[in-house]
């Protein structure tokens, strides 16, 4: 488990800020379908992304308060 964090973690740094962007506006997209009552799948996807999200905004919020 610790390696799959360290992993999100080189991700996060990879990250632009615009792919950033990018990603919240998937995932707003994927909350508008879990909203109109999509499949558990598709709830299940949302759940990864809005969690890989957190975690890689998170990062990049805190590397940047140096």
Do not use: P, W
Request: hydrophobic share 40%.
């Amino acid at each position: 488990m610790r390696g799959s964090g360290h992993l999100v973690g080189e991700l996060g740094q990879k990250l632009t800020c615009q792919q950033l962007l990018l990603l919240e506006r998937a995932l707003k997209v994927a909350r508008g379908l879990r909203l109109e009552g999509a499949s558990m799948k598709t709830q299940e996807l949302c759940f990864y992304i809005f969690t890989a999200l957190s975690t890689v905004h998170i990062m990049r919020c805190t590397s940047t308060n140096d």
